[in-house]
């Protein structure tokens, strides 16, 4: 069975590596400065597994920079103004305010920046004996499966609460953030000018929890649940789990299974119900449902550790749909007509 289509990302990511490979040492390392510390992670490890790339893909990723360059004009104006707009389009007014305050006033962010490099352990090693409180400020911070990554390493009862403070967080106020500042010598400058950023709350937590995997997800639930039905409720829905690709409409499970390669989609049907299997081989070619079939019966046993691992990959395309508009969590983009 052929392999899927890299999706444009991923094509993405394979043209940079190529291109810093070929401009040497001294050039790649300084365009590694400017990349954030995920970008550096992707592009190096496939840096890492670059032996040889035929001619025809080397030309093309060569000519494809040369044009990019070729085509830069003078910029705007108001860069300032230029920046504000792109983001409020991009990520709507709340989502981008904070960014906006970032990028356009130079808010010192070097303490969260820094945390963003470092593995989930050594951050949950650093933050353990703080506060929950300020343990959960911090990690509204950080990307979700970050988060949830410094979550698990954290003790039980640690962990509830700080999901349980997540949760019922609705913004960080200034002082909070001075909080972050001792814990972290310098996360933002300017406390007292900062606006209250719209971070936390039952859909951060929930996003956090869905890269802790089923058993985490139950115990924080249980313990939030104890304390706050209606939280634990509030926190249940928001969360979308890889059973939940069966409330995808077949025009946006369609729009994922594009960009979701073969032993990706293997790995993680491995694991998956009946149900799931067959609305998967329901929306695509008879030819390619007859071969994921024949790839299902043909792999041996996988580690639940894999499975989990690639259903998550897919679940994080489908948020990335989602925050597109492509694609509606929980279906409802297909009407019913009487």
Avoid: C
Avoid at 38 to 47: A, D, L, W, Y
Avoid at 249 to 254: E, V
Wanted: net charge negative; glycine share 8%.
């Amino acid at each position: 069975m052929t392999t899927a289509s890299p999706s444009p990302e991923e094509d993405g990511v394979q043209a940079g590596a190529i291109l810093l490979m070929a401009i040497g040492e001294e050039n790649a390392a300084e365009v590694f400065k400017h990349l954030g510390p995920k970008e550096v992670q992707r592009i190096g490890e496939r840096m890492a597994k670059l032996t040889t790339v035929s001619d025809e893909l080397f030309d093309s990723v060569l000519t494809r920079f040369g044009g990019s360059v070729e085509s830069q004009r003078s910029l705007v104006g108001d860069t300032g103004a230029y920046v504000s707009s792109v983001l409020k389009r991009a990520l709507g007014d709340d989502k981008a305010s904070l960014l906006i305050d970032r990028i356009l006033q130079g808010r010192d962010v070097s303490g969260i920046e820094s945390l963003k490099w470092m593995d989930a352990p050594s951050i949950a090693e650093l933050i353990r004996n703080e506060h929950p409180q300020i343990i959960a400020s911090i990690l509204v911070h950080l990307d979700r499966d970050q988060a949830s990554g410094v979550l698990v390493a954290l003790p039980d009862r640690v962990r509830n609460d700080v999901v349980l403070r997540i949760a019922r967080l609705d913004g960080i106020q200034p002082n909070a953030l001075k909080e972050l500042n001792d814990v972290l010598s310098q996360v933002l400058a300017g406390g007292d000018r900062i606006k209250k950023a719209a971070l936390g709350g039952p859909k951060t937590a929930a996003e956090i929890m869905n890269f802790l995997g089923s058993s985490n997800e139950s115990a924080v639930l249980d313990a939030i649940r104890e304390g706050d039905a209606d939280l634990a409720q509030k926190i249940e829905e928001q969360m979308f789990t890889f059973d939940d690709l069966l409330k995808l409409d077949n025009k946006a499970l369609q729009l994922v299974l594009k960009e979701v390669a073969t032993d990706s989609l293997v790995v993680a049907l491995k694991g998956a119900a009946p149900e799931m299997r067959e609305k998967v081989f329901a929306n695509m070619s008879s030819r390619a449902a007859e071969a994921l079939k024949e790839d299902l019966e043909s792999r041996g046993p996988v580690r639940v550790s894999e499975v989990e691992g690639e259903q998550k990959e897919i679940l994080k395309i489908v948020r990335r749909l989602a925050d597109e508009g492509q694609v509606v969590l929980g279906g409802g983009s297909e009407e019913s007509f009487v």
